[in-house]
C-alpha cells in the first residue's frame, strides 16, 4: 500500500518548525502536519509572504486540531539565524520536529551578508547553524527528529573544499549540487555525531523527485535562460505536484518505519516522482572522513559569523 498522508500517526501536542514554509514543499509539509494535529512554525524570510500561506493553513489547522505560528528566518543571514533560534527557544522553550526545507536553485553567483556563496549559505550553513542551535530543544523530547531535503543533485554534486565559495570557478549549477550533497552529507553526520552522544534525536534525509516548485521559476527568472523555460515545459509530464513532492519529507518526519540516517525519496522513473521509499545516497555523502571533514569546516564558516 502506498504511503499517503492519511498514513501520518497523530501529530497532536507536537511542535515542527519548517523553514521555507510559505510555499511549494514547505507550504505542504506544513499543511499535512496541521491537519494530524501539529503545531507549525513556519520559518520564513518573508513575513507578508507567511502571513499569506498562514491564512491558507487555518482551514487544515481548523479541521486537525492544528495550529500555525509565524517566525521570521532569513538563512542567508547567520545573525537571523541565531535570532530566530532564541526567539523560538524563547516562546516554546521545545520543539520535536526541525524540517530543513528551504532552498534557492541554480542562481547566478551572489553572496550572503555573511559572505558566503548564497547557495551554500542558505542551502547547507544557514540549516546547518540552525539546526545545531536548536537541538538542544529537541535533546529531550520523544520521536524528535530532523529531517534535511536535498534533491537529486546530490548525485552530480562535488564537494569543492578548494573553493567552496566558488570564488576561483562558479558554475550554479555545481553550486547547487555541492548544496544539495552537502544536505545529505550533514544529515548523515548528524546522525552519527547523536548516535555517538547517546542522543535519542533522528536525524533524516529526503529528496522531492522532480516537483512542481517555485525553485524552477526563481531560477529561471534570476538567469533569463531561454532554454530552461523550453526544457521544463519539455518535461512538464514527469513533473509531479508539490503535495506529492512533500510526501518523503513527511515520511522521514512522521514515518515510525523510518530508519535513523535514512533517505527518503520518490519510488518510480528513477525517483522522479511517486511515492515515498527509502533510495540511495549519493555515493559521496558515504565516505565519513568526508563528512567529518564537511562538518568541520561548516563550523569554522559559521563561528562567529553573523556576531559583528
Avoid at 543571514?77 to 527557544?89: K, P
Wanted: glycine letters at 10%; a neutral charge.
Amino acid at each position: 500500500m502506498n504511503w499517503t498522508t492519511d498514513s501520518i500517526p497523530d501529530q497532536a501536542g507536537r511542535l515542527a518548525l519548517v523553514t521555507g514554509a510559505n510555499s511549494g514543499l514547505g507550504l505542504e509539509t506544513a499543511r499535512a502536519l496541521v491537519a494530524k494535529g501539529a503545531t507549525v512554525v513556519l520559518g520564513c524570510r518573508s513575513l507578508p509572504r507567511a502571513e499569506l500561506a498562514k491564512g491558507e493553513l487555518l482551514a487544515a489547522a481548523a479541521s486537525g486540531g492544528g495550529a500555525v505560528e509565524l517566525l521570521e528566518l532569513d538563512l542567508a543571514s547567520l545573525a537571523c539565524v541565531r535570532r530566530a533560534a532564541a526567539e523560538l527557544a524563547d516562546r516554546y522553550g521545545r520543539l520535536d520536529l526541525l524540517i530543513n526545507n528551504a532552498g534557492l536553485m541554480a542562481l547566478p553567483r551572489q553572496l550572503t551578508p555573511d559572505g558566503f556563496e548564497m547557495q551554500l549559505g542558505v542551502n547547507h550553513l544557514g540549516h546547518f547553524a540552525l539546526t545545531l542551535a536548536l537541538l538542544p530543544l529537541l535533546s529531550d523530547r520523544p520521536d524528535a527528529r530532523v529531517v534535511s531535503v536535498t534533491s537529486g543533485a546530490q548525485y552530480f554534486g562535488r564537494i569543492a573544499f578548494d573553493d567552496l565559495q566558488g570564488e576561483r570557478r562558479y558554475d550554479r549549477w555545481a553550486a547547487y549540487g555541492q548544496s544539495k550533497l552537502a544536505n545529505v552529507m550533514f544529515a548523515l553526520e548528524l546522525q552519527q555525531r547523536l548516535r555517538d552522544q547517546g542522543q535519542a534525536v533522528l536525524s533524516l534525509a529526503a529528496h522531492p523527485g522532480f516537483a512542481r516548485t517555485n525553485l524552477q521559476l526563481a531560477s529561471v527568472a534570476a538567469n533569463g535562460s531561454w532554454f530552461e523555460p523550453l526544457a521544463y515545459r519539455l518535461m512538464g509530464p514527469l513533473l509531479q505536484s508539490a503535495a506529492m513532492g512533500a510526501l518523503p519529507q513527511l515520511f522521514a518526519a512522521t514515518a515510525p518505519e523510518a530508519t535513523p540516517g535514512g533517505h527518503y525519496g520518490p519510488n518510480e522513473f528513477g525517483g522522479m516522482r511517486g511515492w515515498p521509499t527509502e533510495v540511495r545516497i549519493a555515493p559521496a555523502a558515504l565516505d565519513a572522513d568526508q563528512r567529518q571533514r564537511l562538518w568541520q569546516r561548516s563550523e569554522e564558516l559559521t563561528a562567529g559569523a553573523g556576531e559583528r
